[in-house]
Structures are given as C-alpha cells and as structure tokens.
C-alpha cells in the first residue's frame, strides 16, 4: 500500500451521495483502526457512537443547528456518522480495567510489570488532574489522535469522510444521554461516498510550503 498516495488523495467530503452505504465489512475495519488508535501511556480515554440508521443520523443532526446548520446535510446524507467522546474523568476503576485488559492480552510477564504500568501510568494521569490541571484537555488530544488515524485509515479503504467541530455539544451530549455515562462529544465524522456533485473533489490540496513548517538540524 502507498500511504503517501492515499494521504494526499484524501480529502474532506462535503457533499455525500446519500444513496450510497457502506458495508459491514467497511464499517467493522473502521471500528479496527479506532480500537488500535495509539493514546498517551494507553489511556484510550474514549468512546465512539457510530449511527448507522437515519434516525440516529438525524439525532446527531440536531448538533447542527443555528451556526452550524451548513453540516447538517453531510451528517443525514453520508452512510455512517461517528462522534467521537471523550471521557470525562478518569478515576481508579478505570485505571484498574485498563491494567486487567493488558494483563488478559499478555502485556506482562509478572506482577512487576503490572505494577510499573500502574504507576507510570497513574503518574500520567495524576500530573494532568492536579499539577497541569488540563485533564480534560489531555484526554481530548488523545480523541484528536483516533481522528488522526480514521481520517488516513478511512482514505486507505477508499471511502470518503468529513470531520467536523462545526456542531453544539451541549446539544449532542443532552441528546445521547453523554453525560450520565461520563462522556462529552469532541469531533464528528461523516463517511460514506462522495456525492458527484461534491465541489470540493476536483480541488488542489493547499498547504504550506514545505520550507515553512520544516527545519533540518
Ligand atoms: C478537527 C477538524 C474539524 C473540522 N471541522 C469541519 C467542519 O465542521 N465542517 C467542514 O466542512 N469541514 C471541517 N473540517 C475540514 C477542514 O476544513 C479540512 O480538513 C481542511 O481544510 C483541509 O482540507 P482537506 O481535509 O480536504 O485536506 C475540519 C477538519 C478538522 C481536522
């Protein structure tokens, strides 16, 4: 596979063909490069809802309301939205399943391993929630990573996407019930295919010059 090919073939959808769905096959490869998606000392402090019907498309649709209004059509005509959450704390519970799930997958050999996984990793998480005090920040640049990697992913398997801030998360989170399950809405994203008439296909990439945003050393 080309990577560089399909890094510079993607391209953000704005107009998706809404007769066009994705397959079970595509969406479950989606839901692979999500789950591996790479996270500060492995906190995968995240959840993704991916609506699939239209009626889960149109309550996530209501996000897009007032200012937003100009993403509501990519969010009812692509085949699948996902919103991507972020947690909204991180307590010992949580530390605690993590170090469980590693420990069922082999990550350690003795009870020694697990224990400095559980302290570096409580390390991590102490410095964000009481000397940086950007908990909530951290967790969603660990959020912005998973993006990362379906916005590539997704050119991979050659569907289109488009990611959004442009939505209300008060309105999202009250609608999905977010809140309660210790979650809040970060970025969306629509998939599917893009409709014909999408004006922003046949456009060039623009980014800056490569001697702007690189030094060699
Ligand atoms: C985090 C993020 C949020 C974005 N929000 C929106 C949005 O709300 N609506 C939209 O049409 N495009 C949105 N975009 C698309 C960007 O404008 C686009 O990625 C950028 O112009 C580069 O173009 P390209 O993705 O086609 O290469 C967003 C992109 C990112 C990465």
Known sequence: ?????????RYTTKVFDSDSSLSDSIINKVK???QVSPSSVNSQPWHF?????ESGKQRIAKAASGAYEYNKPKLTDSSHVIVFCSKTSIDDDYLEKL?????????????????????GRSTFVNLHKFNLKD??????????????????????LEIDACPMEGFDPTILDQELGLREKGLTSVVLVAI?????????????????????IFTNL
Request: proline share 4%; aromatic share 8%; net charge negative.
């Open 99 to 119: 170090l469980d799930q590693e420990d069922s997958d082999g990550r350690f050999a003795n009870g020694d391993f697990r224990e400095a996984q559980r302290k």
């Open 32 to 34: 692979n490069l999500l």
């Open 135 to 156: 908990s909530q920040h951290w967790m969603e640049k660990q959020v912005y990573l998973a993006l990362g990697t379906l916005l590539l992913g997704a050119s991979t």
């Open 49 to 53: 809802i991916i609506a699939g019907t």
């Open 1 to 9: 596979m080309n990577i560089e090919k399909y890094s510079k073939e």
């Open 192 to 212: 599917g295919k893009r409709s014909p008439e999408d004006f922003n296909a046949p456009l060039p990439k623009s980014r800056h010059k490569q001697e702007d």
